[in-house]
């Protein structure tokens, strides 16, 4: 799975252990989930979240001042470290979940067992770059001319899902509306888009739009696909709920 992600010259050594490193906070984030209804359960899965909150921040170099760089440069690193959180989340309602079944003194081992794995693993990371002499610049900002392969499709995948959900419910309310303008105007789009096929959408994004207007040319190519697979799925999504409402 690694090796589809970020391909075999991809995976450096650095790469591996900053995933393994997020893997163990994973499985921490599960027995701390498995211990919170004891009496330190909730201390514990607090400082956890915390933990992982700060892993995150560091491993994507997370600051401030990034959003005023342009958007393909901090997206990436803000989905992934979204994601590994509510990964961490979703863990840990597992782990309550299944603690009815584990002893506690079982558990209690696990989430220690766990946390040292995490810290020996940061350690070793921590280590081996100021051995190294690597503590600035550990993952470069790549352009996204040069993003591709199964990174991107998932990258681009969950910008449509989570764009087009309220944009697809906001026309389905739209076509539902009693007023002609607004009832109209959505009919128009959503008819407009599911007739055509989403490589025409694509191809207008990236071809035709520079062309109509010189100035969008500048604009990523990445994010004029994102803003076409949002469009083309909120107008699916839209219909979806329409007949739900109905």
């Known amino acids: 799975m690694m090796l589809l992600i970020y ?19 994973v499985g921490w984030m599960f027995y701390a989930g498995m211990n919170a209804n004891r009496p330190y359960g909730s201390g514990a899965l ?14 994507e170099n997370v600051t401030l001042d990034m959003f005023s760089q342009p958007i393909g440069t901090w997206l990436p690193r803000l989905i992934s470290a979204f994601a590994w959180l509510g990964i961490g989340v979703f863990a840990a309602r597992r782990g309550a979940n299944a603690r009815s079944a584990v002893r506690e003194a079982i558990a209690l081992r696990a989430l220690i067992g766990a946390g040292l794995v995490w810290l020996a693993i940061i350690i070793g990371i921590v280590l081996a770059l100021s051995a190294a002499g690597a503590t600035e610049n550990l993952l470069p900002v790549t352009d996204t001319g040069r993003w591709g392969g199964f990174l991107l499709t998932l990258l681009l995948t969950v910008v449509a899902i989570i764009g087009s959900f309220p944009l697809g419910v906001l026309l389905a309310l ?11 105007t959505c009919i128009v789009f959503i008819e407009l888009v ?18 109509v207007n010189p100035a969008l040319a500048e604009v990523d190519n990445v994010f004029r696909a994102m803003v076409g697979l949002t469009l083309f799925s909120a107008a699916y999504l839209a219909e979806n709920v329409r007949g739900g409402l109905q």
Request: hydrophobic letters at 65%; aromatic letters at 4%; zero cysteines.
């Open 174 to 184: 739209g076509r539902r509306s009693s007023l002609p303008a607004i009832r109209i």
């Open 7 to 25: 391909g075999a010259n991809g995976l450096s050594a650095l790469t591996l252990a900053l995933i393994l490193a997020r893997f163990a906070w």
């Open 46 to 59: 607090a400082g956890v979240i915390a933990l992982g909150v700060v892993q995150s921040i560091l491993i």
């Open 194 to 211: 599911r007739g055509v096929p989403l490589i025409t959408v694509l191809f207008m994004a990236q071809l035709l739009v520079p062309l």
